[in-house]
């Protein structure tokens, strides 16, 4: 899908607070967002202080978002255990999911995440829906629809070449 | 030195009525519930270093607010990567206050290593515009008037001992209540 209907498709749903780390899934919509007047995005420092900065979204009546590679999952177990599922404050998380599918997928430090990921999800019992080039609108509305009902984040799962 | 306690009563008196304190897990927390509960503050019980993070979304994002973030060394060294963030993305209303006594006091008084570094210093070396270090009331008293008035993002950096407080509370609101009536603090006209 084009990067430009990916961003207003969360514009279009309320969403224009960012914080994260880059990842080459996203780079193409990454040049998209920095260059969209209406999308604030913070370069964060991790994944973990990513999540810090735009959970605060929420207390100023809005839904902010994460954008992370799937290696930096394992940094958000204590936030998401001792601050977002405890206070229970809501947050997209938009996952780059390098390594998918195993060797000889990608490189091999994503190998052993990638198999993993949506098990870390599971355990963490953080809702997630994968993205498909022709299910944005679909899933977006079934992730933000649990996400508001339960006031918790999801994550939102892209492969590589799903957003270009 | 001062003792952590006092400095947190002085912070709280230059803390104004709809001014926004998010506090880092563990005694400091259980001390500013202590002194002073008020909906205006964020206990953050949980999650040692992500203070400062969230008090940077916060301060981004209610740019109307006076936002005070208020940790200890060892939360600030456990996410030091994010004083250049705040440096770099430079909220006016943001004041971030390091209470430092060279220990994890909250789990018995480890010592940590910031007696080897200024975290002052470093905050200023990241692009911090205006730093103080303090290590008595009368000079954090006027690095409070300052940092409050100067209409830029501040740090203070409070050189405090090791003073626990006997029997002192656990902050007994539920995870949720502090979450709600934060909620209303920041949305108040």
Same mark, same amino acid.
């Given at each position: 899908?084009?990067?430009?209907?990916?961003?207003?498709?969360? !514009?279009? &749903?309320?969403?224009?607070?960012? +914080?994260?780390?880059?990842?080459? %899934?996203?780079?193409?919509?990454?040049?998209?967002?920095?260059?969209?007047?209406?999308?604030?995005?913070?370069?964060?420092? &991790?994944?973990?202080?990513?999540?810090?900065?735009?959970?605060?979204?929420?207390? %100023?009546?809005?839904?902010?978002?994460?954008?992370?590679?799937?290696?930096?999952?394992?940094?958000?177990?204590?936030?998401?255990? +001792?601050?977002?599922?405890?206070? !229970?404050?809501?947050?997209?998380?938009?996952?780059?999911?390098?390594?998918?599918?195993?060797?000889?997928?990608?490189?091999?430090?994503?190998?052993?995440?990638?198999? !993993?990921?949506?098990?870390?999800?599971?355990?963490?019992?953080?809702?997630?829906?994968?993205?498909?080039?022709?299910?944005?609108?679909?899933?977006?509305?079934?992730?933000?629809?649990?996400? !508001?009902?339960?006031?918790?984040?999801?994550?939102?799962?892209? &492969? +590589?070449?799903?957003? +270009? | 030195?001062?003792? =952590?306690?006092?400095?947190?009563?002085?912070?709280?008196?230059?803390?104004?009525?709809? *001014?926004?304190?998010?506090?880092?897990?563990?005694?400091?927390?259980?001390?500013? $519930?202590?002194?002073? *509960? =008020?909906?205006?503050? $964020?206990?953050?019980?949980?999650?040692?270093?992500?203070?400062?993070?969230?008090?940077?979304?916060?301060?981004?994002?209610?740019?109307?607010?006076?936002? $005070?973030?208020?940790?200890?060394?060892?939360?600030?060294?456990?996410?030091?990567?994010?004083?250049?963030?705040?440096?770099?993305?430079?909220?006016?209303?943001?004041?971030?206050?390091?209470?430092?006594?060279?220990?994890?006091?909250?789990?018995?008084?480890?010592?940590?290593?910031?007696?080897? $570094?200024?975290?002052?210093?470093?905050?200023?070396?990241?692009?911090?515009?205006?730093?103080? =270090?303090?290590? *008595?009331?009368?000079?954090?008293?006027?690095?409070?008037?300052?940092?409050?008035?100067?209409?830029?993002?501040?740090?203070?950096?409070?050189?405090?001992?090791?003073?626990?407080?006997?029997?002192?509370?656990?902050?007994?609101?539920?995870?949720?209540?502090?979450? *709600?009536?934060?909620?209303?603090?920041?949305?108040?006209?």
């Amino acid at each position: 899908m084009d990067a430009h209907d990916f961003w207003a498709a969360l !514009k279009g &749903r309320g969403l224009n607070f960012f +914080s994260g780390v880059p990842d080459s %899934t996203f780079h193409d919509a990454y040049n998209v967002m920095v260059n969209d007047p209406d999308i604030r995005y913070v370069p964060a420092v &991790r994944e973990d202080v990513a999540l810090g900065i735009a959970s605060a979204t929420f207390f %100023t009546g809005g839904l902010g978002g994460v954008i992370l590679q799937n290696s930096g999952v394992g940094n958000l177990v204590n936030p998401l255990t +001792s601050f977002n599922l405890m206070y !229970k404050i809501p947050a997209l998380l938009i996952v780059g999911w390098r390594g998918y599918g195993g060797p000889p997928n990608d490189a091999p430090e994503h190998w052993i995440m990638g198999a !993993k990921t949506p098990e870390f999800f599971n355990l963490l019992e953080v809702p997630y829906e994968i993205l498909e080039p022709d299910n944005l609108d679909a899933v977006l509305d079934l992730l933000l629809e649990t996400i !508001k009902e339960r006031s918790i984040p999801g994550a939102l799962l892209v &492969r +590589s070449g799903v957003i +270009s | 030195m001062i003792a =952590r306690y006092q400095a947190i009563e002085s912070i709280l008196a230059h803390v104004g009525s709809g *001014d926004l304190v998010i506090s880092t897990t563990g005694m400091i927390s259980r001390e500013l $519930f202590t002194l002073k *509960d =008020r909906p205006g503050n $964020f206990y953050m019980i949980g999650s040692m270093g992500l203070a400062s993070a969230m008090g940077l979304g916060l301060a981004l994002q209610a740019p109307n607010k006076r936002v $005070f973030v208020l940790e200890g060394d060892g939360s600030a060294m456990m996410s030091l990567g994010t004083l250049p963030l705040i440096a770099s993305e430079q909220p006016a209303n943001l004041v971030h206050i390091i209470l430092d006594n060279e220990a994890y006091e909250s789990t018995g008084g480890q010592p940590s290593i910031s007696s080897n $570094f200024d975290l002052a210093q470093t905050a200023n070396t990241t692009g911090y515009p205006w730093t103080r =270090r303090v290590e *008595d009331l009368e000079e954090l008293e006027a690095a409070l008037t300052e940092a409050t008035n100067g209409g830029q993002l501040s740090l203070i950096l409070v050189k405090a001992g090791i003073a626990p407080l006997e029997g002192i509370p656990r902050v007994s609101h539920t995870p949720e209540e502090i979450r *709600d009536r934060f909620k209303g603090a920041v949305q108040a006209v």
